[in-house]
């Protein structure tokens, strides 16, 4: 009898590992792309000659990537199961 609770005890702590370096990863990757979003968003680029509405272009065309990213990452992390304990 007491074997079956040691095996759900086991997988529920097995499950809870994979969840935290799920949400690890996650927090990595969603660290790198707040650095490359503030980077894009806040350097000029003086070596490609552009016209002037791509400065008010730039910055709400990174924030939106940025968003996108972000959701997909939120979505691969909680909903896609690639981990079958």
């Known amino acids: 009898m007491g074997g079956g609770n040691w095996r759900r005890a086991s997988s529920a702590a097995f499950t809870g590992s994979i969840m935290r370096e799920r949400l690890a990863s996650a927090i990595v990757r969603l660290g790198i792309a707040t650095l490359i979003a503030w980077i894009f968003a806040t350097t000029s680029l003086p ?37 079958k304990p």
């Open 47 to 83: 070596i490609i000659p552009a016209p002037k509405w791509f400065a008010y272009v730039q910055v709400p065309v990174v924030i939106f990537v940025f968003l996108c990213y972000v959701g997909k990452l939120l979505i691969d992390t909680f909903f896609y199961d690639r981990y």
